[in-house]
């Protein structure tokens, strides 16, 4: 808390680029929250959720499709031209780090989904103050429950569950409102040089790229907090009002 009466300056902003089927990206959000909750002045972050698609051209499964326990590791190994043993690798460490974080992945479970209307539903949800909690939801339905977060009807009941309104997310969805916004972060990220995800981007001064421990992140935002622009003074003396009266010049 600030001393009473201390002139504060602005907050910080975060804007971090993810997906809600990337899981460094949920890796990354458990770290950046254990960081947030150590940070003094937590309660001036803001923190805005940016769309990156890690595979645009994805097909979505429909709800209730069945997934075979090694398809993740398939659709992995085809990804990056390696053996389906060595992506179960991948997926059984990426697990552990998880579990260490408190996060329960269950790659055999994962439903393939395009994205693109999930980074739709965060940001109706930015606009309705709700976008953390969305963004939590997704990815915990895609990672931990086998949700088909690319089906529609299956986003409009998981974003109905974080606090959003099912039939103006359904309307959304339907008239695409929100795909320009979409595809503006995807191009704002493209000209920041963004390539990989998570991504963090504090106060538009220091970027963050991977899933980095919590005392990493901690001290960007503690460097971000001290390096802040606080309203300097060029002229002062003149007459003011405040919470206590007005200041009056004698003989006026």
């Known amino acids: 808390m600030e001393p009473a009466g201390a002139v504060v300056g602005p907050g910080v902003k975060v804007e971090i680029w993810s ?73 059984d460490s990426m697990t552990q780090q998880a579990a260490a974080e408190g996060l329960d992945f269950r790659f055999d479970r994962a439903v393939r989904a395009n994205t693109f209307d999930a980074h739709q539903v965060l940001h109706l949800a930015a606009e309705r103050g709700v976008q953390d909690g969305v963004e939590e939801r997704l990815l915990t339905a895609y990672f931990s429950e086998g949700e088909a977060v690319g089906d529609r009807e299956t986003l409009v009941r998981l974003a109905a569950e974080a606090g959003l309104d099912a039939d103006e997310v359904r309307a959304a969805l339907t008239d695409q409102r929100y795909a320009g916004a979409v595809r503006a972060d995807e191009a704002e990220a493209q000209a920041l040089g963004i390539s990989g995800v998570p991504f963090f981007v504090v106060d538009r001064k220091y970027g963050v790229n991977g899933a980095q421990s919590a005392d990493v992140l901690l001290q960007v935002l503690e460097r971000a907090w001290a390096e802040r622009t606080p309203l300097i003074p060029v002229i002062s003396g003149g007459e003011v009002c405040g919470p206590d009266g007005c200041s009056v010049r004698p003989g006026a």
Do not use: N
Not at 20 to 27: D, E, F, G, L, Y
Not at 68 to 89: F, I, N
């Open 19 to 91: 997906d809600v089927v990337c899981p460094w990206c949920h890796i990354g959000k458990r770290r950046f929250e254990a960081a947030l909750a150590r940070f003094a002045h937590r309660d001036a972050v803001e923190v805005e959720w940016k769309a990156f698609e890690l595979d645009p051209g994805a097909p979505s499964a429909a709800a209730g499709e069945p997934v075979t326990p090694t398809e993740y590791a398939e659709r992995l190994a085809r990804k990056y031209g390696t053996s389906v043993a060595g992506a179960q690798q991948m997926t």
